[in-house]
């Protein structure tokens, strides 16, 4: 889908086995790519990586889940930022349907 809309995707699938350094290397790598707009990492991490760290390792300009502190604490003040996109987009499909989620539990 992301080709048919004109957007690069780019996937790297790690064993469950890799290491935390590993990782972070990579993120690195990621976060000097100019090809790399959004860096997503699918959690939960293994438990042998922190993922505090990793998510911090993030540039939080390229922090397409918003979990960065930095977007965090910008969301929080109203700066604008990437937003968690699974609340995010739930909000927006509320807004777009009109429908109110008011008493509805």
Known sequence: MCADLGIASFSHELPATVSEKKL???ITK???DDRVDGILVQLPLPKHIDEHKVLLA???DKDADGFSSVNVG???TGEKAFLPCT???CQELLVRSGNSPEGSM
């Open 24 to 26: 972070l290397n990579l």
């Open 30 to 32: 990621l976060n000097a």
């Open 58 to 60: 993030i540039d939080p």
């Open 74 to 76: 910008k969301m929080l």
């Open 87 to 89: 609340p995010a987009g």
